[in-house]
């Protein structure tokens, strides 16, 4: 007999410490969704939203909570984390490509350039005068690296990538196309009606294990550094300016905004198109929902929101020019009640205490 | 008599089949506004706001609605749909350069890729291995398709595009430059107090005849493809998260984020800095006014708004200190009169029926 | 002796016209933040939110106002305008590297453009037919500059820069990585359930002393022009729509989204995110906080905003639900009052006088 391709659940079983219920010989060679899964595919049950495609799945095996095992009508791999155990063996049975080191004949490196010998650099690629190059990271097609910048091991630029000099990035980094790294900051004096530019010498300096998303923008420090922790990930088109520190395994979705000198604490959640303003300090553990504004301090840790969601325009726009007149609205109703109305105990809050309060 | 250049109202008349008020044998050879056009030029009203330059117009000839002839000072051509009358006169008043066929010296291209012989590929072109480029399609300076990546006949990549493996492009569609189809969608498992990439292995998906502005970005899929449908048209800065689905001819302004597994209909029309939660749907025909948050499912056609327009800030904090007590506010009103106050009815309503719905 | 580094600090005070408060023979050879400045650095006050750190200063000078000369522990440089004076003594401390002119071998060039003999060319730049490129200009690795572009003198591109055919760009711009200037506009027409594309071709016009940030967007104009006037400040992931005009010494910050035909004055501050829609005129000397939306003009100098701030996530959610019945609630309340409440004098304002207008 030949040998069968993909891994049996026995395997995954033993190998990610999972409970199996079902045949340990079953093997499965891929990923696929619940829906759309055949007895050769490993699937997942995480979200709760995808439960009622649970049972009619024909898929191989499932990795679910334990507690949904008897509504699983096909194998079952039980893990208290499902959807990590379902990226571990997603990572298996799909590994990045290898990639060959060496230097394409068309990438331009100054000599004083150090890349390591494991390292891929890719064709069209420009590497700076004293950049270094850590052991099998990647620098693909198109990508930028310029005086002076680090770039640490098993890191990969994957195309286009622009790296300004002097940034500094960790192991296991990844950084999708479009991102640009250690632009200027926003740095304007106002002198006489005009701006006068002021330059930006700090650097980035980017941890280990980020993920950056397409087109997102990091720029340098002043002075100082802009420094991004441990673990952080971002998604696309994210804006993050000068001297903002984002703590460590922070996570920020698409098009959010971090003004400069913004400091982020650890395990934050920021919602997509956020927008935090600068010179202010969020604390750890904090979950900003997608679409506000913080515009001051956050001490406590918690949830916090400000978007309204939408409605029909002409109710909505009724709704918006009474919002207008709101002030005024609630001091007339209250001037009543206490000139004439029926109450007169004075006793209503005036104003909520502040979640948030000026730096 | 030498050829005069441009081309003559008659023919325009007759080639896009418009009602002709004036002098077919007078000729234009390029377009203008209303404002500025002179006697070789065509010009259009179809934004009522442009109606007052309509007197005063010096134009060859204005393409315009046939209820507003007798105010047209000089020739008009009537049509039922000015402005896309105007394009197509446009179209061939300027057509698009040609291209010649063939590869830069300076493309790196892999031998297994297939790139049609009416092609045009251009310097510092990088194309992976089994790439396909259809026919006549441009894939201008800098750009890089990645590998299994497929194009379409007659599709553009004006310059320093990025196509990530495997992605899949329709015929006649235009990409702007910085435009990135294909990066990782954002998967993360939480993992003990860390974050675990979760591989992406679906693709992008693109019909024919769409167009993506500059800097768009548009995630692969995690296990299915992320799908944009025919005719859709995307302006710059917009980021599309991994598994989102756009119905055919929807349109989106710029810098809108539309989250992972957001499914949004046909015809759509979604303003700028729209926001839309994942893992939602929305109808066909929806207009979603700028800047709104799209939060929970639309299933009714119709137009929606969130975005509260700017007042004066003196007077918007006013306002906006007495949202943050808002339904406290109601709460007192409405206890003060059903305790003591003029009305016993007790008849207001609560809340009201929500025109959007938790998925 | 040996040439000491740096500069002394009565150089500095006759250079820049400051009063020195100190010693004049000390020398100072970098720039420090207040906090981490040694005795040879150079800081300064400027935002008031860092006066705690003033005491504490080790810095060999601060560049400060003079009512705080007697509050500062060092040696100060007092300056009425200590930012900007800031400014210029770290450009003369921090020199920008100088740039070799001359045409990198792997720069693909057209034969008719016109390279100023001083301008740098980096490698894997591509310059089409017709473009000028000034003098002392350079044009960093990996930009694209498309045909009869035209780049002003001392004009810097630093990498990945894309500029579209015809884009007119002035003296003593600065443009960092990702940035596009005269992609397509978003003109469409509607034609039975489709969209034609409507031809674009007006150019993009860009003054004297203009910084764009990384991966800014400026479309070109559909038959007149896009115009970005001299000594605009353009922050980071900002998408301006085809026809905007932007007036002099107006700044951007990052994220914001200014949609076709708008019209902005002079010396504006627009914030981060904020969204101005199409077709409208703001004045000269406008605010505009962060993450605003302007949809209609506005006439008269001053503050605007309309964001709401973060408040705790549940709190939030109960006042959004409020303010969707906040019509109805206002109209109940005030026919409460009219029919049987305390009041009958039916003198409430039922509308603010609007701070702005439609067009």
């Known amino acids: ?32 969704t619940l829906e759309n899964a055949d007895g050769a595919s490993v699937t997942f049950l995480a979200n709760p939203r995808y439960r009622r495609y649970l049972g009619r799945t024909k898929a191989g095996v499932v990795v679910l909570d334990p507690a949904l095992a008897d509504a699983c009508p096909v194998s079952a791999l039980l893990a208290k984390n ?7 063996i997603a990572t298996l049975l799909h590994p990045a490509p ?4 060496g230097r394409h004949a068309t990438a331009v490196i100054e000599e004083s350039a150090q890349i390591d010998a494991t390292a891929a650099v890719g064709p069209h690629v420009v590497i700076g005068a004293r950049a ?13 690296v310029l005086d002076d910048a680090s770039i640490g091991d098993d890191t990969r630029l994957t195309a286009n990538v622009t790296i300004c000099q002097g940034v500094v990035l960790g192991d296991r980094c990844v950084l999708h196309p479009g991102v640009v790294i250690g ?14 530019k002021v330059p ?63 400091v ?27 679409q506000s504004l913080v515009s001051s301090s956050i001490r406590k840790p918690g949830y916090y929101s400000s978007a309204l969601p939408v409605d029909e325009s002409t109710r909505f726009r009724k709704n918006a020019a009474r919002f207008r007149g709101l002030d005024e ?19 209503h809050p005036d104003d909520n205490g502040p979640a948030t309060d000026e730096e």
């Not at 290898?98 to 080191?101: I, K």
């Not at 087109?215 to 903002?244: C, F, M, P, W, Y």
């Not at 982020?264 to 997608?290: E, P, S, W």
Request: charged letters at 20%.
């Open 132 to 144: 270094k190059i850590g052991a099998r990271s990647v620098i693909g097609p198109g990508c930028v």
């Open 200 to 262: 930006q010498m700090g650097a980035v300096r980017i941890g280990n294990d980020v993920e950056i998303g397409a087109s997102t923008t990091i720029d340098r420090g002043a002075i100082e550094d802009t420094v991004i922790g441990d673990g952080v990930k971002l998604d696309n088109q994210i804006q993050i300016g000068h001297n903002a520190r984002i703590g460590e395994h922070t996570v920020i979705a698409g098009s959010a905004g971090i003004s400069g000198s913004a």
């Open 82 to 88: 499902p959807y990590a155990t379902y990226a571990r």
């Open 329 to 347: 609205f609630v001091r007339e109703v209250r001037k009543q009640r206490s000139t004439g109305g029926a109450s007169q105990d004075g006793a």
């Open 98 to 101: 290898l990639v060959m080191p």
């Open 1 to 32: 007999m030949p040998a069968q391709p993909g891994i049996s659940l026995g395997e995954l079983a033993v190998r990610f410490g999972c409970t199996l219920k079902g045949d340990p010989d079953l093997r499965v060679s891929r990923v696929a």
């Open 183 to 196: 632009a200027d900051g926003f740095g304007l004096a106002p002198d006489q009606g005009e701006w006068l």
């Open 264 to 290: 982020i604490g650890r395990r934050c959640m920021i919602g997509g198109q956020v927008g935090i303003a600068g010179h202010l300090t969020i604390c750890d553990d904090v979950v900003i929902t997608g």
